[in-house]
């Protein structure tokens, strides 16, 4: 199994991680969807055919250079025209025997003048799209047929009009000079309409020789062929789509679903909620032990941390409790019991949960007379007589030791009113009786969110916690638990959360893997 991101990791890795789930089922489902849709859809093929402009106007200087940049503009002037609607639908009826609209032919065509890395050329390459090869060839072998021919005919309409505007003005200058003759005109006079009119004259059979105009010549000098591949749809691009897709999509479910959840998410969430330090993590493990070495060493750190917590105030009685049942406040009172007294503490464990006695059937004692037995205690009756209570006295086999440096008070009988009882004027100094003889005592008590019993254990102690869960604590819950407890003068020292944690975490991992190098040397020697 992965190991989940570490306490130092931001909100937003612990959000994704905990959606990992969400996130890996979004991405199958758009990779499938995006498969679906890529195999449904229409194969689409691309072929395309160059055509050359050739310019007949040089510059001034009649240069080399100057033709060329004239066919380069030209061939960038033609493209765009080729792109406009209005010359596609000049064209439409050559295209395709005219069967396809102007308005569905023109997203399928395509032109753009051809650079030679940042070089322009005098090339222009037109393409078009059509779901087979064969029909892709066709459209855009037939598109740059009426290309050249729509300009050719273009340029014939405009060779005719010079034409018949050098024959008019021909005709006209024949008829001064025979107007002027007529009048007898000066030599020189006749001489300068004569030069006129054959300067056009040779104009004019220049033009027909020529059949070309000054706009230039264009040829399809590359045909298309039929394209071997598919350009729409691509598999690969598409499933890289989809994935992307997929990912933000279940990232964004994730957020949306730890912004709406009404369960504690992370335990990064309890300062920000509560305004209270976290003072212990615990790994929360189907079929391990409170003796498994990651939650040991959890715990280890949660008896640190409240020894740090102690440094300002002395703390040694203490009341665990959780604002519902279930949420391990019985198992956070065993663990650091245990690790307390590991390290040379006496430690006393009092399960204040009279009404179920959670701990003492956890610990094996269920059966034996515990605190509400000390608290009635023999002298009961003293006090309701108005005389004043004496210290209770601890019968030596009252506590049970279950461990070196480990005992246990059993919750005892389950008295009729135990709210009543716990708020005894005994209770107090019955604790102040037993801190005599421990350095740490830890106390049981009821869930606070719906008893009074853990205020009136609360407040007998040198400070509450507050143990939640992830998952199965409500953010209100953790809240409410704290408010409750935050009324008694007694101060609430922290939170302890049970997480959801993999035993081969990276800091037990790498622990581990620390410990088997310190070990490969001496077995191989």
């Known amino acids: 199994m992965a190991t989940p991101p570490g306490d130092s990791h931001s909100a937003l890795t612990t959000i994704l991680w905990r959606g990992r789930y969400l996130i890996a089922v979004s991405v199958v489902a758009t990779l499938a969807a995006t498969v679906l849709v890529t195999k449904l859809a229409s194969k689409v093929y691309e072929a395309s055919a160059i055509v050359q402009v050739e310019s007949e106007v040089p510059n001034q200087a009649g240069e080399v250079l100057g033709l060329q940049q004239a066919s380069q503009g030209l061939a960038a002037a033609y493209a765009t025209l080729i792109n406009a609607p209005s010359f596609i639908a000049r064209i439409q009826p050559q295209v395709l025997d005219g069967d396809v609209a102007p308005v569905e032919l023109a997203p399928r065509i395509g032109a753009a003048a051809v650079e030679s890395g940042e070089q322009s050329t005098n090339l222009i390459s037109i393409t078009a799209t059509a779901l087979t090869p064969e029909e892709a060839r066709m459209l855009v072998n037939e598109v740059a047929a009426a290309f050249v021919a729509v300009i050719a005919g273009d340029a014939a309409l405009r060779a005719d009009a010079q034409q ?26 006749l001489a300068a309409l004569r030069a006129a009119r054959d300067a056009l004259a040779n104009q004019f059979a220049s033009l027909v020789a020529n059949g070309v105009t000054r706009g230039g010549s264009i040829s399809v000098v590359a045909p298309a062929v039929e394209p071997g591949t598919q350009i729409s749809p691509r598999l690969l691009l598409n499933l890289l789509a989809g994935l992307a897709v997929g990912l933000l999509l279940g990232a964004g479910l994730a957020w949306i679903r730890s912004r709406l959840a009404r369960h504690i998410q992370s335990d990064d969430e309890v300062e920000s909620l509560v305004g209270l330090p976290l003072i212990g993590s615990i790994p929360l493990n189907r079929g391990r032990t409170i003796d498994d070495e990651l939650a040991r060493e959890a715990y280890q750190v949660l008896r640190t941390n409240v020894g740090f917590l102690a440094l300002g105030n002395p703390v040694a009685v203490m009341t665990i409790t959780s604002h519902e049942p279930g949420e391990g406040k019985s198992s956070v009172v065993e663990g650091l019991g245990r690790a307390a007294s590991k390290i040379g503490q006496k430690v006393l464990l009092i399960d204040g949960d ?57 919750a005892g009988a389950i008295p009729p009113n135990p ?52 998952g199965k604590t409500k953010r209100e819950a953790l809240q409410n638990a704290v408010a409750i407890l935050s009324r008694n003068p007694v101060p609430v020292l922290g939170v302890v959360m049970f997480v959801a944690r993999s035993a081969d975490s990276v800091y037990y991992g790498k622990r581990e893997r620390r410990r088997k190098r310190r070990l490969r040397p001496q077995n191989a020697s």
Do not use: C, M, Y
Request: net charge negative.
């Open 164 to 189: 018949a505007e050098l024959q008019e003005r021909i005709s006209s200058l024949a008829d001064q000079i025979e107007e002027r003759q007529a009048a007898a005109a000066g030599a020189e006079e």
């Open 354 to 410: 009279v009404r179920t006695g959670v701990l003492s059937e956890r610990l094996g004692v269920a059966d034996r007379p515990g605190l509400t037995n000390l608290i009635v205690g023999s002298d009961a009756s003293r006090e309701t007589r108005g005389q004043a209570a004496s210290p209770p006295a601890v019968p030596p086999n009252a506590l049970v030791e279950i461990a070196p440096g480990l005992s246990v008070l059993p």
């Open 419 to 470: 709210a009543s009882l716990l708020a005894s004027s005994r209770l107090v100094p019955l604790i102040q009786t037993l801190r005599k003889g421990f350095d740490l005592i830890v106390i049981d008590s009821p869930p606070v969110g719906h008893l009074a019993d853990a205020s009136l254990l609360a407040s007998a102690s040198d400070g509450a916690v507050v143990v939640a869960r992830v």
